[in-house]
């Protein structure tokens, strides 16, 4: 991939932006992270997991083209993001990127039976977490008058499917804050997007997929098949390049489909 990038468009070219991927150890953030870097960026990888983060950066390293740095923690955490954006500023002098990735959707449970707790630590990791790393990493960008903001949501901010109101409740609320942030800033440079996947086979979704519902998702999947990580990198390189300048507000659909049926 890195061979071929000097014969792509210049405008997706991430060569000196800073690109700050939450939710980097693992899954879609990690390859969302490995798709940036491939494009140029310096890529600040965060998620609770120093390991996982260590493994990714060593990966990155190994690839060769931009550099990488880690920050362990949680965004959820009372004053994480504002740290983040602080050390991130100290290393890099600089934040061009933030994509929101960090998610988690830790039960499968009918609505009547969801406990309080549930409801709200799925709120406020998906939800209330974005919104901190958004509004910290928001600022500096406002204050430099340029800057992309991608929140990963789901299909399912726009479509029912049992047994996640939680997860549900949180992306789609993450697609409203998008526009909310989209109207706000557009006009002062910084361009805030969504992300939206359909059903991709990662450590979070492969229970469910190897259930009986895997079937039922695949029936309604018009491509027929499961996305892989990587076919989520290119999106985001899109919304997070100039190759986009003109886009704000929006959701990127990558589903397989789902959404056109």
């Not at 990493?137 to 903001?149: K, Q």
Request: glycine share 12%; net charge negative; hydrophobic share 45%.
């Amino acid at each position: 991939m890195t061979e071929s990038l000097p014969t792509q468009h210049p405008a997706f070219d991430l060569s000196g932006r800073i690109a700050w991927v939450t939710g980097a150890g693992k899954g879609l953030g990690k390859s969302i992270a490995a798709a940036l870097h491939a494009a140029g960026a310096t890529v600040v990888l965060t998620s609770r997991t120093t390991a996982d983060l260590d493994e990714v950066a060593a990966s990155l390293s190994a690839a060769g083209r931009g550099r990488t740095s880690v920050i362990a923690g949680a965004v959820d955490a009372t004053g994480f993001a504002a740290e983040a954006v602080e050390q991130i500023l100290a290393t890099h002098g600089q934040l061009d990127v933030l994509v929101n990735c960090a998610g988690i959707s830790p039960s499968f449970t009918r609505s009547e039976d969801v406990a309080d707790e549930d409801w709200q630590r799925v709120l406020r990791v998906n939800l209330d977490g974005a919104f901190f790393c958004a509004r910290a990493a928001g600022a500096v960008m406002l204050s430099r008058g340029r800057g992309s903001i991608i929140n990963v949501t789901s299909v399912h901010a726009s479509t029912g499917f049992e047994r996640i109101p939680a997860y549900a409740a949180s992306k789609g609320g993450l697609d409203a804050l998008t526009k909310t942030l989209a109207v706000e800033w557009a006009d002062r440079g910084v361009r805030v997007n969504s992300l939206a996947p359909g059903y991709f086979r990662t450590d979070l979704s492969s229970g469910l997929l190897d259930s009986r519902w895997g079937q039922r998702i695949l029936d309604g999947t018009p491509t027929g098949r499961f996305g892989t990580p990587d076919e989520l990198g290119g999106a985001a390189v899109f919304l997070a390049s100039d190759a986009s300048s003109y886009v704000t507000g929006t959701s990127l659909n990558v589903d397989g489909g789902w959404l056109a049926r």
